[in-house]
C-alpha cells in the first residue's frame, strides 16, 4: 500500500460531502463523542477556506 499524507476530493460530488458533514454530526450527537464534530469542523473550515467564503456560504453552496 502506498503511504500518503493527505486525500484529495477534488472530484466528490457536493451532495456527497453533504452528506459526509451531516453525517459526522448526526454521529457526533448521537453517539456524544466530540471527535466527530470536531473532524467535521476541521473538514468544514479547509472547504471553506479554500473557497474563500464563510462556514455558513459553503454549506448553503453544497446545499443548492
Known sequence: ???????????????????ILEALEYTSKETKVQDFTELKNRILDELSSLAEVSKEDFLKYLSE
Open 1 to 19: 500500500m502506498l503511504d500518503f499524507d493527505s486525500i484529495s476530493i477534488q472530484e466528490m460530488p457536493k451532495d456527497d460531502m453533504l452528506l
